[in-house]
């Protein structure tokens, strides 16, 4: 194989469709076929439950999987997109390498789960149209890697979560990438957003009391009304960051370190 496509692969940013082609299949607890008659046969109050299954590498595109239970399961390398996981409960849960292209997690418990560098687009470019949705979900202490750009996190929980450049790259060109994302009014209270990309993402509203921000690039962001009580700005981009209204701005760490601190618009 050749290295740039072995090294996009370890990465996570090669392709949902040339991803799905380039990994092998080991076999899951149960098959797709299995999977759906478990989830017709659900309701509401007895919803499928796939807890601790190992569901590594099977198709779930476009399944409804609205309120089931996978708490623990492992869908490592599964093709999640477009699927309903609204409501679900994936709390510990593996989704590493899975494909969430416009994937609905909105209203999901992914507390503690890992989501390290799962294919969230059809190609390099962040499409608004493609990108998963995680409004209202609970992420506190997940530990996610990967390009989330342009999606809908708006009151989403990820306090104590783990966003933080991926320390196997030992390399800043790869980070977790939350441009333009709608992140108003999320929990983000002591996450680790080291060297993490969020320029013109929205935090209005949002609780980044005692996060770390150090290397973030919150360039064109716009915080109004942002709590950043506690957090690190050491070296964080502050180029045309909205900071009106900012609650602890000065109880910040770093903040005379933060570059392009003069251009903040406060």
């Known amino acids: 194989m050749p290295h740039t496509l072995s090294l996009l692969m370890r990465l996570g940013w090669l392709p949902a469709a040339v991803l799905c082609w380039t990994t092998a299949a080991p076999a899951a607890d149960l ?12 309701t509401r109050e007895q919803p499928a439950d796939f807890s601790g299954l190992d569901l590594s590498y099977l198709d779930f595109s476009d399944l409804d999987f609205k ?7 492992d869908l ?21 390498r899975t494909v969430i292209i416009g994937t609905n997690f909105a ?24 990108a998963p949705r995680f409004t209202g979900a609970d992420l506190s202490g997940a530990h996610l890697f990967g ?36 992140l108003a009014g999320a929990n983000l209270v002591g996450a680790d ?11 209005t509203g949002a609780d980044l009391s005692g996060a770390n921000l150090t290397g973030a690039d919150l360039s064109r962001a716009i915080l109004t009304g942002a709590n950043l009580t506690g957090a690190d ?24 370190a933060a570059r392009h601190r003069a251009a903040a618009i406060e």
């Open 31 to 42: 098959t797709v076929k299995a999977v759906i008659e478990r989830l017709v046969q659900s």
């Open 67 to 73: 309120h089931a239970h996978l708490a623990g399961a």
């Open 76 to 96: 490592y390398g599964s093709d999640l997109s477009h699927a309903d996981l609204s409501g679900a409960n994936l709390s510990g849960a593996r989704l590493d």
């Open 107 to 130: 209203g999901a418990n992914l507390s503690r789960a890992s989501l390290l560098r799962p294919a969230a687009f059809s190609g390099l470019e962040s499409k608004r149209e493609e």
């Open 147 to 182: 390009r989330f750009s342009e999606g809908d996190w708006r009151g989403v929980n990820l306090s104590a979560a783990q966003m933080g450049t991926d320390r196997s790259t030992e390399s800043l060109l790869f980070r977790t990438e939350l441009a333009g994302c709608d």
């Open 193 to 203: 957003l080291t060297g993490a990309t969020l320029a013109f993402a929205d935090l």
């Open 233 to 256: 700005l050491t070296t964080a981009d502050l180029d045309g960051t909205v900071l009106k209204n900012v609650r602890g701005l000065h109880q910040t760490r770093g903040l005379d």
